[in-house]
Every structure is written in C-alpha cells, then in structure tokens.
C-alpha cells in the first residue's frame, strides 16, 4: 500500500484528494457525546455505535433515529435530519430510572390504611329511635285530641265546667305539649341518623377516636 500510494503521481494525489472532498461533502457527520460511563447508541435500529465520551460517526443524509438504553436508566430516544456535508453534535444523557419526572416501572407500595374503619350503626340506630319517637309523638298527639275533644264536650259553655273535665283538658293540653316534643326530636333524630348514614363515622385505628366524615 505504501509502494502504491508512493508511487503515485502529483496528479494522481490531486485527483484522490480532489474524490475525497467530494464524497466528504456528500455525507454527515455525527458527533455523539455522553458525560457518563460508556452507552451503546443505536441508529436507525441497526447500526450500533459504544460511545465513551465522544464518537464520531459518518452518515448518508437524510433523517436518523437514535436510540439508547441501558440497566436501571430510561430509555433515551431522538430523531434528526441531517444534510449533506454538515456536522451535527447529540449529547446521549441517560437519567435513572424513579428520578423526579419519571415514571418507575416498579409498582406503588401500598400503604396499610391507618384510618380506621367506617360503621354505619350509628345512622341505622339514629333512624330507628327517630321512628320510634316520630311514631310516639304521633300517638300521644292523637290521644291528646281525643282527650280534649271529650273534656270540651263534658263542658261546650267552658264555664262553671266540672272539675273533671277542666282536669282533662288541661292533661290533654300537656300531653299535646309532650307529643309535639316527641315529634320534633323524631324528625332530628331521622335527619342526623340519615346523615350518618349518607356519610358513615370512621373509627380510628386501635379504638383512639372517632372521626366523622363529610362537611359540615
């Protein structure tokens, strides 16, 4: 080789140089950088290059996919286009996989639930005395009409009336007062329990409170 290129002419050297730097213009360099350890870089899915802090690579012109990946880093991907006789500078940058910004392959520890659990007696019980009471109320109020209703027929004038009958109308009268009582405290007790209900307490882990959840 070092006879042929000896014996080559003025011309012939001329010539070669002269082919060089047209072939030279007709392709694209590719500088690929990278500031950490050695990464293997794949172009166009077939050709594989190792950079350690900088290689050089000739490529025809056209558009190029790059591509790099390796052990507990993400995936680096980028395309370019290249022109004939430019020169073009890619830093290869791979960054760890779970770094801020990134999603982690590994699934999300769950974490026990440390608030407690919900029950929901408290509404069921809160209904049901509400019922109850609202059903008390109702009946005591019916008994106090009738009641009244009797004393008032026993006296229609309501004067110089019998004192058993003035005895019953004013019974009556209280117990009309302890009906509407019983009713109003029924109809709370169905709404609060219905609220518990609707939104269950939740009790806190190892029985040290109670914590009640919604808006109020």
């Known amino acids: 080789m070092e006879r042929f290129v000896t014996e080559l002419s003025s011309d012939d050297k001329a010539t070669i140089q ?6 030279s213009k007709k392709v694209a360099t ?6 950490g ?11 594989h290059v190792t950079v350690s802090n900088t290689a050089r690579v000739r490529l025809a012109p056209g558009r190029h996919d790059l591509s790099a990946s390796a052990a507990h880093f993400a ?9 004939a006789g430019t ?7 791979l960054v760890p996989v779970g770094a801020a910004g990134l999603p982690n392959d590994r699934p999300a520890r769950v974490e026990p639930d440390a608030r407690g659990t919900t029950v929901r007696w408290p509404g069921y019980l809160g209904v049901g005395v509400g019922v109850a009471a609202t059903g008390l109320g109702a009946y005591l109020g019916a008994r106090a009409l009738a009641d009244y209703g009797d ?8 004067v110089d009336c019998d004192p058993v009958a ?18 109003i405290g029924g109809l ?11 939104r269950p307490i939740r009790v806190a882990p190892h029985g040290t409170g109670i914590v009640a959840l919604g808006t109020f």
């Not at 995936?75 to 022109?83: G, H, N, T």
């Not at 020169?87 to 940058?93: I, L, N, P």
């Open 18 to 23: 002269a082919t060089v730097e047209t072939l």
């Open 30 to 35: 590719l500088v690929l950088r990278t500031p």
């Open 37 to 47: 350890s050695p990464v293997d870089v794949t172009i166009d899915g077939a050709r």
């Open 75 to 83: 995936s680096w991907r980028q395309s370019l286009l290249l022109p």
């Open 87 to 93: 020169q073009a500078e890619v830093t290869v940058s």
């Open 151 to 158: 004393a008032t027929t026993a006296c229609p004038a309501k």
């Open 166 to 183: 003035t005895e019953q109308a004013r019974d009556a009268r209280s117990l009309g007062w302890v009906s509407t009582g019983f009713v």
């Open 188 to 198: 709370a007790a169905v709404a609060i329990g219905g609220y518990l209900w609707i």
